[in-house]
């Protein structure tokens, strides 16, 4: 299985067939405390439950976020053989899937829509998602893309 995945907050994994798992979440005002992005353990959750999930190994392909590079993210990946982390160049979100998503999100659920709240836009969202959730070929077509393959040669740490 193959898992692609940036600060967006969710992962397009791929085995037998392309699929999505996400886990939205409305962040608190970081200008009060909150934080912006997932916090590493969030990010180590979303990987145990995805784990659990495809009953499978996990290769992310993640680009520079500080929180994907973080001492403990990276220690928790280097104690877990089922995970296998590659990051991406600097600047290159042409090599991530997960910016093919956004653009079908942008273009669909979220298309011409002025969002009351923020639990509106969370709903929008949520519904984008479960309607690209099972679509491989949309998936597959955001991974095509990048120009990565399951066979790219390995990527180096930045």
Do not use: E, F, N, W
């Given at each position: 299985m193959l898992a692609w995945g940036s600060?967006?907050?969710f992962r397009i994994c791929r085995r037998e067939r392309s699929r999505l798992i996400y886990?939205?979440?409305r962040h608190?005002?970081?200008k009060s405390g909150g934080r912006k992005s997932f916090a590493w353990s969030e990010y180590r959750d979303l990987l145990?439950?995805?784990h659990q999930?495809?009953?499978g190994p996990i290769v992310l392909i993640w680009d520079n976020l500080n929180v994907h590079k973080d001492r403990r993210m990276r220690a928790f990946i280097d104690t877990h053989d089922w995970i296998t982390a590659y990051h991406l160049p600097p600047y290159t979100p042409d090599l991530n899937p997960v910016e093919g998503i956004w653009s079908v999100l942008r273009r669909t659920s979220q298309a011409n829509t002025a969002f009351t709240d923020p639990e509106h836009?969370?709903?929008r969202l949520r519904h984008g998602l479960r309607q690209i959730q099972y679509r491989s070929n949309?998936?597959?077509g955001c991974l095509a893309?990048?120009?990565l393959a399951r066979t790219t040669p390995r990527l180096k740490p930045q």
């Open positions: 600060s967006d907050r886990r939205p979440k608190t005002d970081h145990i439950a995805a999930q495809l009953g836009l969370i709903r949309v998936i597959d893309a990048t120009g």
